[in-house]
């Protein structure tokens, strides 16, 4: 498959042998070598020096002369890219056909601030990593009994290994034996029918780093807080920490100066003992959870979306299925007045042209512009660079440099136009795409998609990862069917179909627009919920001191 009729090279949409002759649109070519499906091959012959092109931008150089039919690999390419300047063209954009969703609706929880969640959940959130502990305890006290602790996945028992062990069985038997699930995988009822769950963060800062990566921690946990998926929060903290409570209701009162939601703070340094602290934020849990309780869902307006648009575990179909046809999403919602954010900066180097250009005004286009570039710096400050970015997954299933990347995945920002541009943290307030400075990393990535108020998020991947959020409902779709089908328990969608010419990626976004909805609802449970997939990981941006 040629994807842009400027590129340079195709991508094999299955095993291709050595000698064997393709016809790629007009052009007829015989392959020099074995081209493994996903990976790329040269259309032309290429000389030294020569740059790459695939989706129409450049995306790496050769370093070596490539006659027509070679095998792009990391031997023979490197990254490379067109560089970016300021905004030159205002991009016109005609929007798709949105009439089979005019009147849909989701079932949701209303906020005082008008916000609308798809989830009603109590947070427990640590202040700093010494009160991970007590996190811990509440959740061992209060989530089996509370009715949260229910086994969806079957969970494997060790019996077989114990009863082995005592009866002298060889190391080599042990290895052999065949666990089997366990019998006892029920819970107690729910106490609370609407109240979703509680969501027990932890995490490893809050003090030893830099007061701005305090600073930041406590403006991502007010995100999370005054997120329309929560309905309150036990703060706790230990008391000579940076990250401090004043700062926190400093950063909460910032982003919502008339905040109404339940919320309680409590100090351990002030209490009397750990086992009055933990009781005590037990209580507190327990009566905030009985106010969250009083909130049902509600018909509401698909505006009051807000979709996360992630990526990870990415091989070389990602790009031009799961990724494209989640774009289509993107911009349905868009056109329906919703708003979605794409994250992930270290995978949109070589295409910042093309977001300046979507860009609003040319003042967002600098804002992102100056971003990049200073994301760059900083990571060729500790010895690092944004080519370094592509993992040995994403090379070996045919994503051989950051270009060819970042290329992909800025596909699932559709073509909709850029209304913000946000750095970490900063709330999406405007209906539209905004892109949002995060990480490449998936779990940072998508804490702070969360954190600055995507309510569902859609991670696509080529290769499978099992990464979800405590507090966003993240849906997983696999580029590819192979993929869907050996890692059932962790993918919700498939857009294999695409490779295999059975469906368009408009068919895909429409489907996948539709499982958005019903998730929202409640109706859908993710397949990241299911297993308790609960990953939060704060951006730390400074050093440890």
């Known amino acids: 498959m040629k994807i842009h009729s400027d590129d340079n090279i195709a991508v ?66 490197v990254h490379a890219t067109e560089g970016f300047s300021e905004k030159t063209t205002d991009e016109s954009w005609s929007a798709p056909d949105t009439s089979s969703w005019q009147n849909q609706t989701f079932q949701g929880y209303y906020r005082a601030d008008g916000k609308v969640g798809t989830r009603n959940y109590w947070l427990v ?23 949260y602790g ?12 114990i009863s082995g062990f005592q009866a002298g069985k060889s190391e080599a038997d042990l290895l052999a034996t065949k666990l089997h699930q366990s019998t006892d995988n029920q819970s107690s009822p729910r106490i609370f029918p609407n109240v979703d769950g509680i969501k027990f963060l932890t995490h490893d800062g809050g003090c030893g780093g830099t007061r701005d ?35 926190l209701k400093e950063a909460i009162e910032r982003l919502d100066n008339d905040f109404q939601k339940p919320i309680y703070f409590l100090e351990q340094q002030g209490s009397t003992s750990e086992q009055d602290f933990i009781a005590e934020a037990a209580k507190k849990t327990f009566v905030g959870c009985m106010k969250a309780n009083e909130i049902e869902r509600k018909a509401a307006s698909l505006q009051h979306l807000c979709l996360g648009l992630e990526c990870g575990g990415s091989d070389g179909f990602s790009g031009i299925s799961a990724n494209p046809a989640l774009g289509h999403t993107s911009d349905l919602l868009v056109a329906l007045g919703a708003k979605t954010i794409l994250a992930e900066f270290p995978e949109l180097n070589g295409v910042e042209q093309e977001l300046i250009n979507r860009c609003d005004s040319k003042e967002l286009a600098q804002k992102f512009a100056e971003l990049m570039q200073t994301y760059s710096q900083r990571a060729r400050e500790v010895g690092s660079d944004f080519a370094w970015n592509p993992s040995p997954g994403n090379i070996k299933d045919g994503l051989i440099t950051d270009a060819m990347k970042s290329a992909g995945a800025a596909k699932k920002g559709g073509t909709s136009p850029v209304v913000n ?6 709330q999406a307030e405007k209906s539209g795409l905004s892109l949002l400075c995060t990480p490449g990393n998936d779990v940072e990535s998508t804490t702070g998609l ?19 959020n405590p507090i966003s409902p993240v ?13 059932q328990d962790i993918i919700d969608l498939d857009t294999g179909e695409i490779i295999r010419g059975k469906k368009t990626i408009e068919d895909i976004g429409a489907q996948l627009l539709d499982l958005i909805i019903k998730t929202a609802s409640g109706e859908y449970q993710t397949k990241a919920e299911r297993l308790g997939q609960d990953d939060f990981i704060p951006w730390k941006r400074g050093i440890s001191l």
Do not use: W
Request: proline share 4%; net charge negative.
């Open 150 to 161: 229910v086994q969806t996945a079957p969970q494997l028992s060790i019996q077989e290994l």
């Open 125 to 147: 959130i640590p202040l700093v990593f010494c009160e991970n502990r007590n996190v811990e305890t509440l959740q061992k006290m209060l989530e089996e009994e509370l009715g």
């Open 213 to 247: 990566d305090s600073d930041t921690l406590c403006r991502l946990l007010a995100g999370y807080i005054t997120h329309p998926n929560v309905a309150g929060a036990t703060v706790l903290s230990l008391g000579c920490q940076n990250a401090q409570i004043p700062i």
């Open 450 to 468: 969360a954190g600055s108020g995507a309510n569902v998020i859609v991670f696509t991947t080529g290769l499978g990862t099992p990464t979800g």
């Open 12 to 77: 094999a949409l299955q095993d291709l042998k050595k000698d064997e002759t393709v016809a790629v649109e007009q052009t007829s070519l015989t392959l020099q070598e074995f081209i493994p499906q996903k990976h790329k091959f040269t259309l032309t012959d290429l000389a030294k020096g020569d740059l790459i092109k695939m989706y129409g931008v450049t995306v790496g150089k050769v370093n070596t002369a490539l006659p027509k039919g070679s095998k792009i690999s990391t031997e023979n390419t």
């Open 421 to 426: 541009v946000l750095d970490y943290t900063e």
């Open 475 to 487: 849906l997983k779709i696999a580029s590819n069917s192979n993929l869907a089908t050996r890692m």
